[in-house]
Protein backbone atom coordinates (compact mmCIF):
# COMPACT_ATOMS: atom_id res chain seq x y z
CA UNK A 1 0.00 0.00 0.00
CA UNK A 2 0.91 3.62 -0.25
CA UNK A 3 1.96 5.23 2.73
CA UNK A 4 -1.15 7.29 3.31
CA UNK A 5 -3.05 7.70 6.50
CA UNK A 6 -6.56 9.08 7.29
CA UNK A 7 -7.69 10.40 10.36
CA UNK A 8 -10.13 9.98 11.97
CA UNK A 9 -11.33 6.68 10.19
CA UNK A 10 -14.85 6.88 11.86
CA UNK A 11 -16.61 10.16 13.49
CA UNK A 12 -20.48 10.87 13.81
CA UNK A 13 -21.04 15.05 14.33
CA UNK A 14 -23.89 16.93 14.52
CA UNK A 15 -25.04 19.44 12.40
CA UNK A 16 -23.58 22.58 11.95
CA UNK A 17 -20.50 21.94 14.07
CA UNK A 18 -16.82 22.26 12.16
CA UNK A 19 -14.90 19.06 10.92
CA UNK A 20 -11.48 18.85 9.85
CA UNK A 21 -10.34 15.17 8.11
CA UNK A 22 -6.64 14.95 8.02
CA UNK A 23 -4.52 13.40 4.93
CA UNK A 24 -0.65 12.29 5.87
CA UNK A 25 1.39 10.45 3.28
CA UNK A 26 5.17 9.41 3.80
CA UNK A 27 5.78 9.15 -0.50
CA UNK A 28 6.38 12.94 -0.47
CA UNK A 29 4.21 13.32 -3.61
CA UNK A 30 3.36 16.63 -4.91
CA UNK A 31 -0.32 15.87 -5.85
CA UNK A 32 -2.99 15.47 -2.97
CA UNK A 33 -7.19 15.00 -3.63
CA UNK A 34 -9.93 14.42 -1.70
CA UNK A 35 -12.76 12.70 -2.60
CA UNK A 36 -16.16 11.45 -0.99
CA UNK A 37 -17.97 8.38 -2.24
CA UNK A 38 -21.37 7.95 -2.32
CA UNK A 39 -24.02 5.02 -3.61
CA UNK A 40 -24.75 5.84 -7.10
CA UNK A 41 -22.46 8.58 -7.72
CA UNK A 42 -18.71 6.53 -7.40
CA UNK A 43 -15.99 8.85 -6.57
CA UNK A 44 -16.48 12.67 -6.82
CA UNK A 45 -13.49 15.68 -6.48
CA UNK A 46 -14.17 17.65 -3.72
CA UNK A 47 -10.71 19.63 -3.82
CA UNK A 48 -7.32 19.02 -4.52
CA UNK A 49 -3.82 20.31 -4.10
CA UNK A 50 -0.88 20.80 -6.82
CA UNK A 51 1.86 21.84 -3.88
CA UNK A 52 2.12 22.93 -0.42
CA UNK A 53 -0.30 25.79 -0.47
CA UNK A 54 -1.83 25.38 -4.25
CA UNK A 55 -4.73 24.28 -4.02
CA UNK A 56 -7.80 24.02 -6.79
CA UNK A 57 -11.56 23.38 -6.89
CA UNK A 58 -12.89 19.94 -7.88
CA UNK A 59 -16.30 19.22 -8.90
CA UNK A 60 -18.29 19.05 -5.59
CA UNK A 61 -16.58 21.74 -3.88
CA UNK A 62 -19.16 23.69 -1.72
CA UNK A 63 -19.13 23.80 1.65
CA UNK A 64 -15.68 22.09 1.93
CA UNK A 65 -12.57 23.99 1.94
CA UNK A 66 -8.64 22.65 2.08
CA UNK A 67 -5.13 23.36 3.35
CA UNK A 68 -1.64 22.55 2.77
CA UNK A 69 1.05 23.60 5.23
CA UNK A 70 3.04 20.98 4.63
CA UNK A 71 4.24 18.04 1.60
CA UNK A 72 2.94 15.65 3.57
CA UNK A 73 -0.59 16.78 5.44
CA UNK A 74 -3.66 17.96 3.22
CA UNK A 75 -6.65 18.78 5.52
CA UNK A 76 -10.27 19.01 4.66
CA UNK A 77 -12.57 20.92 6.81
CA UNK A 78 -16.20 21.55 6.66
CA UNK A 79 -16.95 24.58 8.26
CA UNK A 80 -20.71 23.74 9.31
CA UNK A 81 -21.12 19.78 8.69
CA UNK A 82 -25.09 19.32 6.98
CA UNK A 83 -26.58 16.06 6.58
CA UNK A 84 -25.86 15.61 2.70
CA UNK A 85 -22.03 15.71 3.56
CA UNK A 86 -22.51 12.23 5.53
CA UNK A 87 -20.29 10.28 3.20
CA UNK A 88 -17.00 7.75 2.54
CA UNK A 89 -14.37 10.48 2.33
CA UNK A 90 -10.91 9.46 0.59
CA UNK A 91 -7.70 11.17 0.11
CA UNK A 92 -5.53 10.02 -2.98
CA UNK A 93 -2.26 11.20 -4.08
CA UNK A 94 0.05 11.32 -7.25
CA UNK A 95 3.00 12.52 -8.63
CA UNK A 96 5.47 9.82 -8.25
CA UNK A 97 7.46 7.84 -11.44
CA UNK A 98 3.90 7.47 -12.65
CA UNK A 99 2.68 10.57 -12.37
CA UNK A 100 -0.93 9.91 -13.39
CA UNK A 101 -1.26 6.99 -11.73
CA UNK A 102 -3.56 8.01 -8.32
CA UNK A 103 -3.46 5.98 -5.06
CA UNK A 104 -6.01 6.19 -2.12
CA UNK A 105 -5.82 5.98 1.17
CA UNK A 106 -8.41 4.14 3.45
CA UNK A 107 -11.35 6.18 3.85
CA UNK A 108 -12.78 8.31 6.89
CA UNK A 109 -16.66 7.37 7.59
CA UNK A 110 -18.41 10.35 8.32
CA UNK A 111 -21.73 10.83 9.98
CA UNK A 112 -23.85 14.25 10.22
CA UNK A 113 -26.61 13.72 12.33
CA UNK B 1 -16.24 18.83 -18.65
CA UNK B 2 -16.04 14.98 -18.64
CA UNK B 3 -18.21 12.72 -17.71
CA UNK B 4 -17.89 9.00 -17.83
CA UNK B 5 -20.70 6.47 -18.25
CA UNK B 6 -19.76 2.42 -16.52
CA UNK B 7 -22.09 -0.47 -16.93
CA UNK B 8 -23.39 -2.77 -16.01
CA UNK B 9 -23.70 -1.78 -12.33
CA UNK B 10 -23.88 -5.35 -10.89
CA UNK B 11 -22.34 -8.31 -12.43
CA UNK B 12 -22.86 -12.02 -11.42
CA UNK B 13 -20.64 -14.81 -12.60
CA UNK B 14 -20.39 -17.93 -12.20
CA UNK B 15 -16.44 -19.10 -10.61
CA UNK B 16 -14.28 -19.79 -13.91
CA UNK B 17 -16.06 -17.81 -16.54
CA UNK B 18 -15.46 -14.25 -17.87
CA UNK B 19 -17.03 -11.09 -16.92
CA UNK B 20 -16.35 -7.87 -18.39
CA UNK B 21 -17.56 -4.04 -17.59
CA UNK B 22 -17.67 -1.55 -20.25
CA UNK B 23 -17.57 2.50 -19.70
CA UNK B 24 -17.57 4.95 -22.13
CA UNK B 25 -16.38 8.73 -21.67
CA UNK B 26 -17.12 11.79 -22.92
CA UNK B 27 -13.72 14.13 -23.55
CA UNK B 28 -11.89 13.25 -26.72
CA UNK B 29 -8.89 14.52 -25.44
CA UNK B 30 -8.81 12.15 -22.59
CA UNK B 31 -5.81 9.84 -22.43
CA UNK B 32 -5.71 7.79 -19.37
CA UNK B 33 -7.79 5.47 -17.99
CA UNK B 34 -7.13 3.51 -14.80
CA UNK B 35 -9.21 0.55 -13.48
CA UNK B 36 -9.57 0.25 -9.97
CA UNK B 37 -10.67 -2.55 -7.34
CA UNK B 38 -12.70 -1.51 -4.24
CA UNK B 39 -12.72 -4.16 -1.57
CA UNK B 40 -15.59 -3.88 1.12
CA UNK B 41 -14.21 -0.97 3.67
CA UNK B 42 -11.19 -0.48 2.01
CA UNK B 43 -9.96 2.26 -0.55
CA UNK B 44 -9.95 1.66 -4.35
CA UNK B 45 -7.04 -0.08 -5.49
CA UNK B 46 -5.31 0.42 -9.01
CA UNK B 47 -5.47 -2.80 -10.74
CA UNK B 48 -4.87 -1.56 -14.36
CA UNK B 49 -4.73 1.36 -16.53
CA UNK B 50 -4.30 2.07 -20.24
CA UNK B 51 -3.21 5.21 -22.26
CA UNK B 52 -4.17 6.04 -25.83
CA UNK B 53 -1.52 5.40 -27.48
CA UNK B 54 -2.54 1.47 -27.07
CA UNK B 55 -5.05 -0.47 -28.22
CA UNK B 56 -5.16 -3.29 -25.33
CA UNK B 57 -2.94 -4.02 -22.59
CA UNK B 58 -3.10 -7.51 -20.49
CA UNK B 59 -1.67 -8.54 -16.90
CA UNK B 60 -2.33 -11.88 -16.12
CA UNK B 61 -6.29 -12.79 -15.99
CA UNK B 62 -6.78 -8.80 -16.37
CA UNK B 63 -7.16 -6.93 -19.79
CA UNK B 64 -8.12 -3.84 -21.05
CA UNK B 65 -9.47 -2.57 -24.35
CA UNK B 66 -9.73 0.81 -25.70
CA UNK B 67 -11.65 2.49 -28.63
CA UNK B 68 -10.87 5.98 -29.27
CA UNK B 69 -13.18 6.30 -32.08
CA UNK B 70 -15.90 5.14 -30.09
CA UNK B 71 -14.86 6.57 -26.67
CA UNK B 72 -15.24 3.31 -24.46
CA UNK B 73 -12.94 0.95 -22.83
CA UNK B 74 -13.88 -2.44 -21.19
CA UNK B 75 -12.25 -4.49 -18.49
CA UNK B 76 -11.71 -8.21 -18.91
CA UNK B 77 -11.32 -10.34 -16.37
CA UNK B 78 -10.86 -14.18 -17.55
CA UNK B 79 -10.84 -17.57 -15.17
CA UNK B 80 -12.65 -15.34 -12.55
CA UNK B 81 -12.49 -16.29 -8.38
CA UNK B 82 -14.50 -15.42 -5.96
CA UNK B 83 -11.86 -13.12 -4.49
CA UNK B 84 -12.47 -11.46 -7.54
CA UNK B 85 -15.58 -10.03 -6.02
CA UNK B 86 -15.36 -6.56 -4.93
CA UNK B 87 -16.31 -3.06 -6.63
CA UNK B 88 -15.17 -1.81 -10.08
CA UNK B 89 -14.64 1.62 -10.96
CA UNK B 90 -13.33 3.08 -14.10
CA UNK B 91 -12.02 6.56 -14.30
CA UNK B 92 -10.65 9.23 -17.65
CA UNK B 93 -8.51 11.73 -17.19
CA UNK B 94 -6.31 13.81 -19.39
CA UNK B 95 -2.67 13.16 -18.70
CA UNK B 96 -1.14 15.74 -16.76
CA UNK B 97 -4.23 17.18 -15.81
CA UNK B 98 -4.72 15.49 -12.51
CA UNK B 99 -8.12 15.28 -12.39
CA UNK B 100 -9.52 11.67 -12.87
CA UNK B 101 -13.42 11.53 -13.54
CA UNK B 102 -14.92 8.33 -11.96
CA UNK B 103 -17.24 6.12 -13.36
CA UNK B 104 -20.55 4.45 -11.22
CA UNK B 105 -19.01 1.74 -10.30
CA UNK B 106 -19.87 -2.13 -11.03
CA UNK B 107 -20.39 -4.83 -8.04
CA UNK B 108 -18.92 -7.81 -9.11
CA UNK B 109 -19.82 -11.00 -7.32
CA UNK B 110 -18.15 -14.59 -8.44
CA UNK B 111 -20.07 -17.69 -7.17
CA UNK B 112 -17.91 -20.86 -6.27
Known amino acids: DAGITQSPRHKVTETGTPVTLRCHQT?????MYWYRQDPGHGLRLIHY???????DKGEVSDGYSVSRSKTEDFLLTLESATSSQTSVYFC????????????FGPGTRLTVL | GENVEQHPSTLSVQEGDSAVIKCTYS??????FPWYKQELGKGPQLIID?????GEKKDQRIAVTLNKTAKHFSLHITETQPEDSAVYFC???????????FGTGTRLLVSP
Open chain 1, 92 to 103: AISGGQGADTQY
Open chain 1, 27 to 31: ENHRY
Open chain 1, 49 to 55: SYGVKDT
Open chain 2, 27 to 32: DSASNY
Open chain 2, 50 to 54: IRSNV
Open chain 2, 91 to 101: AASISGFQKLV
